[in-house]
């Protein structure tokens, strides 16, 4: 039995990936375009060259649909393995500041504004994206525990605003530059193991260096 009718055979019809490649590609562009605001679902049915059947087969929305493109479903996803708290942090603000800073403007802003705006919309962001996070941030917290990095074990929520929202607020609230994120999460890991009481800001990393605004 070949593979495309093994998957057709466990749940119907087999996604074809170039559809999902063409879609990702028109959100992008239209994104660049027009911006978050104007962007609609035809529109990116029409660029794709797909009906909207198909967008709607794979996504439940607009905002669901951006969201999967420009923040796919292996972010945080898996908990990096560097050797120390410090390292694996280091890892996840990196990836936090590329996820935020690479979208065109004021498209973060919109889509979380929509998505706090729809309670069933939220749910489902909270169940996909934010709970895959927190299981992360669990993981990084259980591997320092285990090595003794912790004085004081923080909760993974309170782990995970620690990390994303001073990078928020520097790129969405402040309007600082993305090209001083290096700078800024730098600083920003040092202030995060110092108040869950570990690590050291001493330490070989690029810590230490200034922002110049």
């Known amino acids: 039995m070949s593979a495309r009718t093994q998957a057709g055979n466990r749940g119907g019809r087999p996604r074809d990936s170039r559809v999902d490649d063409a879609i990702a590609s028109?959100?992008?562009?239209l994104l660049a375009e027009v911006g978050y605001a104007r962007l609609t679902t035809a529109a990116v049915?029409?660029?794709?060259g797909v009906g909207k059947a198909a967008i709607y087969r794979r996504h439940a929305g607009k905002q669901e649909m951006i969201?999967?493109?420009?923040?796919?479903?292996?972010?945080?996803?898996?908990?990096?393995?560097r050797g120390s708290l410090r390292a694996d942090l280091a890892a996840v603000l990196a990836e936090v500041?590329?996820?935020m800073a690479a979208p065109p403007p004021g498209t973060i802003p919109g889509l979380l504004a929509d998505v706090q705006a729809d309670p069933a919309l939220r749910k489902r962001f909270d169940a996909k994206y934010l709970a895959a996070q927190r299981r992360t941030l669990t993981e990084v917290l259980d591997r320092a525990?285990?090595?003794g990095e912790l004085t004081a074990r923080p909760g993974p929520a309170a782990l995970n605003a620690l990390l994303v929202g001073p990078v928020f607020a520097w790129l969405f609230l402040l309007s600082e530059s993305p090209d001083q994120l290096p700078a800024l999460t730098?600083?920003?890991l040092d202030a995060?193991?110092?108040l869950i009481g570990a690590g050291d800001p001493g330490a070989p990393d690029g810590s230490g260096s200034e922002i110049v605004t």
Not at 67 to 81: E, N, T, W
């Open 145 to 147: 525990a285990a090595r």
């Open 26 to 29: 028109a959100v992008r562009e």
């Open 97 to 99: 500041a590329d996820s």
């Open 192 to 194: 995060t193991l110092a």
């Open 45 to 48: 049915a029409a660029r794709a």
């Open 67 to 81: 969201f999967d493109v420009l923040v796919p479903g292996q972010f945080l996803a898996v908990a990096p393995d």
């Open 186 to 188: 730098s600083l920003l």
